[in-house]
């Protein structure tokens, strides 16, 4: 009986229709009459119009104010959210909270579950495009494209139809993933250095800003800083040096060259010229994430060339000499370096050869 008694209700708020069969009722029963005995009546009017219409709080019936919110109206929810209606139903209908064939109605008599919708409309109130997030978040160009195709940040609506052209992002969404990327750093210090941002990070690891961005997610980063100075997903600062060496998967037993640089106490420009004059062994591996080739030397065949030759300044570490001094002794005793000096742009020496000699100096 109550949904007939309904046909003809204008749902628009304070106009209960007063030509409809329900507007007549519902006039008589608030107005002109307050007999007790309709009671009843009144609360089953009261609790299906709360159950079926867009009322909520301010909204009363019966003089009773309504303290919740069962359904709203598109109308109802851009008076709430302070969207604009013609935007709100778009969001509405590409969120899936209501279906297409009814939006060719009034924004009041659109109607929708406001309970399912909570948090949908607290995002509307925020809501804004790629390029407005990009902005947001300081995130240089294409890299905003690039972090929403790895799924990084998300919008709360998907757009790309007829009916929704931008993604809608949310400003908390956003503030969630910066806080993720900035979760272990620390503010950038005067002694701290070699730090980049993420792309020139990205850059002189040889690999894509998204892969430093996952590492900062998953927190495999342990050098992170922030600049203060700076806003957003630029204020981000990484060591390439760790990103380097977390990207690139390493056959167990095989050093990088530049751990090979680190133990010969020596330059990339040194350690590639020995490779390259076949004094030490390397091996090519392919780079798990760049798919480019990268030089390895084992662990084995590193002993073995330290064992069999030193470098001038290690030499005169070991002997106590001062290395210039060392370099006169050994060639007055017509000791000469293994291997030419300006190939390989450093002097080594067989150890065999000079070991004799340096025991018995003086110093």
């Known amino acids: 009986m109550l949904t007939r008694l309904q046909d003809g209700f204008q ?29 009843p009546l ?19 019936i019966f003089g009773r104010e309504v303290t919740i919110r069962r359904l709203h109206s598109v109308r109802s929810a851009s008076l709430e959210t302070g969207a604009h209606p013609k935007r709100l139903r778009k969001l509405l209908h590409a969120a899936g909270h209501i279906p297409a064939e009814v939006l060719a109605l009034s924004d009041e008599r659109i109607v929708f579950d406001a309970d399912e919708a909570h948090g949908f409309l607290d995002r509307i109130t925020e809501a804004m495009s790629l390029n407005e997030a990009r902005e947001y978040l300081n995130i240089p160009r294409p890299q905003e494209r690039h972090l929403f195709e790895a799924g990084h940040i998300r919008p709360f609506v998907m757009g790309g139809t007829e009916v929704l052209k931008d993604h809608a992002f949310a400003k908390r969404d956003l503030d969630a993933f910066l806080d993720r990327l900035l979760i272990d750093a620390s503010e950038l210090a005067p002694g701290d250095d070699g730090f980049l941002p993420i792309s020139a990070a990205a850059q002189r690891a040889t690999c894509s800003a998204m892969k430093v961005v996952e590492l900062l997610l998953r927190r495999r980063l342990t050098r992170v800083r922030y ?12 060591d390439p040096d760790e990103v380097k060496d977390l990207l690139y998967e390493r056959t167990e037993g095989t050093l990088s060259l530049r751990e090979v640089e680190q133990m010969l106490r020596s330059s990339t420009r040194v ?11 390397a091996s090519v591996v392919v780079h798990p994430v760049s798919r480019l080739k990268q030089r390895v030397v084992s662990e084995q065949e590193l002993d073995r060339f330290t ?34 000096p300006e190939a390989v742009h450093a002097t080594f020496y067989e150890r065999l050869v000079v070991a004799d000699g340096v025991s018995r100096l003086d110093g």
């Open 42 to 60: 009144r609360d089953i009017i009261r609790k299906h119009v709360i159950e079926t219409m867009p009322v909520g709080p301010g909204d009363q």
């Open 11 to 39: 749902q628009r708020k304070g106009d209960w229709g007063p030509r409809s069969v329900f507007g007549r009722l519902y006039e008589w029963l608030a107005h002109e009459t307050s007999d007790p005995a309709y009671d």
């Open 227 to 238: 600049r203060p100075d700076v806003a957003g997903y630029l204020s981000v600062m990484v």
């Open 271 to 281: 350690v590639a010229a020995l490779i390259e004059l076949g004094h030490l062994g």
């Open 307 to 340: 064992k069999r030759f030193v470098n001038l300044h290690s030499l005169a570490k070991e002997s106590g000499v001062h290395f210039r001094k060392l370099a006169n002794i050994l060639d007055d005793r017509g000791i000469e370096p293994a291997f030419d």
